[in-house]
């Protein structure tokens, strides 16, 4: 992930992220590596939102944006990076317009399509990091699966009405690193898994895990604090409270074993 970085910083980006710059974590040379990484988000929603803005906002230099839905008035509960006036309009575009409101030197992909087995690989391919902020299980396990398959990090959260967990996987360093399937080897049926958009949550949780992942992000791009990966990390909303478990890596995992 880490690249030759020969670019200099303006006098406008000295001053846009002179709060980065004084800290020894990241510096100029941090700085530069964010302003020449590749993050792409999954989800333009409750995830998404927070991710999206404070990705931008820190000068993460490409943010590839993939969601095929349209903004709805009922989304605007949770999902912070749309606003009143764009209802109507592909999420990836209200996002788009969001970031360039924020920075507009970030360089935004949209991918106003569906995560596919088909699509996933080169989509996958021109990044360097993947957030996923879906709502399914579908695109969870076939992010996991694809991201094992190209070597990227993935920063992961899921939501539940006022809880949510998140872990970063990146398996493919093999021992102490396990994938999503390691910790729940197959998705639950359809039918049983309530959504957002049928079971209700508390917008704000979704802002609290959406801006846990942009920091997991961000701390994996720069190379900086403890990775998540081989942790899950839990938040109970209504008793205000974080838990962290270890997850093992699965011998027998089906997508990352090596049984
Ligand atoms: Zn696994």
């Known amino acids: 992930m880490r690249r030759e970085t020969t670019a200099e910083l303006t006098e406008a980006q000295f001053h846009r992220y002179a709060r980065h710059l004084i800290l020894d974590e990241v510096g100029e040379e941090g700085q530069e590596r964010l302003l020449q990484s590749r993050a792409l988000v999954v989800g333009a929603g ?23 839905d349209r903004v709805d008035l009922t989304n605007l509960q949770r999902q912070i990076v749309h606003a009143t006036a764009r209802i ?15 920075n507009p030197e970030i360089r935004v992909e949209t ?21 996923d902020g879906s709502d399914n299980f579908r695109t969870r396990y076939l992010l996991s699966d694809a991201c094992l398959a190209a070597r990227k990090p993935l920063v992961a959260a899921a939501l539940a009405p006022f809880d949510g ?4 996987f990146k398996p493919y360093l093999g021992a102490g690193h396990p994938c999503y399937r390691c910790l729940f080897r197959e998705a639950p049926p359809e039918d049983m898994v309530p ?6 949550i508390l917008g704000a949780v979704a802002g609290v895990l959406g801006t846990l992942q942009a920091v997991e992000v961000l701390k994996e791009l ?18 205000a409270d974080f838990q962290r478990i270890r997850i093992p890596k699965d011998p027998a995992c089906p997508s990352c074993g090596t049984g």
């Not at 209200?94 to 970031?99: F, G, L, Q």
């Not at 959504?195 to 209700?200: E, I, M």
């Not at 604090?225 to 081989?230: A, Q, R, V, W």
Request: aromatic share 4%; with cysteine.
């Open 46 to 68: 409750g995830l998404g939102s927070p991710l999206l803005l404070y990705l931008a906002a820190a000068g993460v230099g490409t943010l590839g944006i993939i969601d095929h």
């Open 88 to 102: 109507g309009m592909l999420k990836v575009e209200s996002a788009r317009e969001a970031v360039a409101a924020v």
């Open 111 to 131: 991918h106003a399509a569906a995560f596919t087995a088909a699509n996933a690989p080169s989509i996958l391919a021109g990044y360097d990091i993947v957030a």
């Open 165 to 168: 967990q998140l872990s970063t």
């Open 195 to 200: 959504r957002c958009s049928t079971a209700g």
């Open 222 to 239: 720069l190379g900086i604090g403890e990775s998540l990966s081989g942790t899950l990390l839990m938040y109970d909303a209504l008793r």
